[in-house]
C-alpha cells in the first residue's frame, strides 16, 4: 500500500479523484470548482485601479485564495513525503523527440533543461514561461474558465459552453504543441 | 459611458462575470471556517501532483496524441464529476451547513472560442493551467512563479481590454 502511494497513480485513480472535487466543493459551502478565478481576485485585491471588472467585493471569494494556497501546499507535501523520486515515465516517440532538442533531464515533472532561472533570461524560456503564462492568464479569463473551471466543472453540470471552450483549449494545445513549439525549442 | 452601467451592476453581478468558479453560498461565516478550503487545496495539490498532471512531459504527450494517461484522467474526473453533480440535483441534498446546492448554467460568449485558444497556446507552452501553476510552484519549480505572475498580468489585461473585445 505505502508503496503504491509513492508510485505515480494510474489515470483511473487519479482522475476520479479529481472530479469528487466538485462534489466536495459544493457540499462544503455552495462553492463551484475552479481555479483560475484566484488570478482575477488576485488582480481585484492589489491592482484594481479603478478597472470595472475588479471592482467587486474579492472578500467573498477569499476561499478560492485559501483553495489555491493549499494546491501549492499539497504539492509540497506530494513532492516530500508521497514520491518514490524515480524520473517521468513517458512515451518513448516523446522521449526521442525531446531528445533531439537536448532535453533528457525527466527526473523532475517540469523538464529541468527548460524552465530554470537561467533559461528565463533566454528567449526560449522567456516565451515559454513569460508569453505562455501571459497567455494563460489572458486566455483562461476571456474564455471564463480553465480546465477546472469548464472542463471538469462546467462538463459535471452539462453546461455546453463548456465543451467548447474544452474543444478550444485542446485546439489551442494541439496547434501549439504541434506546429508552434519545435520552433521554440530549437531557439 | 462604462459609468451607468456600473453603477446598476450589483457586487455579485461584477463578481459572477466569465466565471464558472464563484461562492454562491449565502451565509457568511467566521474566516478559519476558509480551513476546509485550504483541506481541500491539499487534496487537490496532492492528487495533481500524483496525477503527474502538471508535468509539462505529460501534456506535451497529450497534445501529441501519445498517451492515454491524461485523457483518462480529464475523461473520468467529468464521469465522476457529472455524476456526482446528478446525484446532488436528484437528492437534493443540502451543504453541510445546511444550505441548498444553487447550480447555474453558464451563458455562452465568443470568449469561449477566442480564450479558449489563447489558453490553449499558453497551456501547450508552459505545460500548465491554472492549477498546475500553483502545484508546480508547491513541489519546488520555484521559477513558475514567474509564470503565475505572468498569468495575473495576463488576467489584469483581460480586465482593462474588456469592454473593447468581443463577447
Given at each position: 500500500m505505502v508503496k503504491w502511494i509513492m508510485e505515480p497513480w494510474p489515470w483511473y485513480v487519479s482522475g476520479p479523484l479529481i472530479g469528487l472535487m466538485v462534489p466536495l466543493l459544493l457540499l462544503l459551502g455552495n462553492k463551484t470548482f475552479g481555479i483560475s478565478s484566484s488570478l482575477r481576485h488576485i488582480c481585484a485585491a492589489?491592482?484594481?485601479?479603478?478597472i470595472s471588472f475588479f471592482n467587486y467585493n474579492w472578500r467573498k471569494e477569499i476561499w478560492n485564495l485559501v483553495f489555491v494556497a493549499g494546491v501549492a501546499a499539497g504539492a509540497w507535501i506530494a513532492v516530500q513525503f508521497?514520491?518514490?523520486?524515480a524520473p517521468v515515465q513517458v512515451s518513448p516517440k516523446l522521449v526521442q523527440e525531446l531528445s533531439g532538442y537536448g532535453i533528457n533531464d525527466y527526473?523532475?515533472?517540469?523538464p529541468k533543461d527548460l524552465f530554470n532561472w537561467t533559461t528565463l533570461l533566454s528567449l526560449k524560456g522567456f516565451v515559454l514561461m513569460v508569453v505562455g503564462g501571459f497567455c494563460v492568464g489572458f486566455g483562461t479569463r476571456y474564455a471564463g474558465g480553465c480546465t477546472s473551471g469548464h472542463s471538469i466543472m462546467g462538463l459535471s453540470n452539462l453546461q455546453w459552453p463548456s465543451l467548447v471552450a474544452t474543444i478550444c483549449f485542446m485546439a489551442g494545445g494541439f496547434i501549439v504543441a504541434n506546429l508552434v513549439l519545435p520552433f521554440i525549442l530549437k531557439l | 459611458m462604462q459609468q451607468t452601467a456600473q453603477e446598476t451592476n450589483t457586487d455579485f453581478e461584477v463578481r459572477s462575470l466569465?466565471?464558472?468558479?464563484?461562492?454562491?453560498?449565502?451565509l457568511v461565516h467566521p474566516a478559519w471556517y476558509n480551513i476546509k478550503y485550504l483541506i481541500a487545496g491539499v487534496l487537490f495539490g496532492i492528487i495533481l501532483v500524483k496525477a503527474q498532471v502538471i508535468s509539462w512531459f505529460r501534456i506535451q504527450e497529450m497534445f501529441r496524441l501519445q498517451s492515454f494517461h491524461m485523457y483518462g484522467v480529464i475523461g473520468s474526473a467529468v464521469v465522476t464529476g457529472m455524476i456526482a453533480v446528478y446525484i446532488i440535483k436528484k437528492t437534493g441534498v443540502k451543504t453541510i451547513h445546511g444550505e441548498k446546492v444553487d447550480l447555474h448554467p453558464k451563458p455562452f460568449s465568443k470568449g469561449q472560442i477566442y480564450g479558449g485558444l489563447i489558453f490553449g497556446f499558453g497551456w501547450a507552452l508552459t505545460g500548465a493551467c491554472p492549477g498546475p501553476l500553483f502545484a508546480l510552484i508547491g513541489s519546488g519549480?520555484?521559477?513558475i512563479l514567474v509564470s503565475l505572475f505572468s498569468a495575473v498580468a495576463g488576467t489584469w489585461v483581460y480586465g482593462l481590454l474588456r469592454p473593447k473585445l468581443p463577447h
Open positions: 492589489c491592482f484594481p485601479v479603478g508521497l514520491s518514490s523520486g527526473s523532475s515533472q517540469t | 466569465d466565471t464558472v468558479c464563484l461562492n454562491e453560498s449565502q519549480a520555484t521559477v
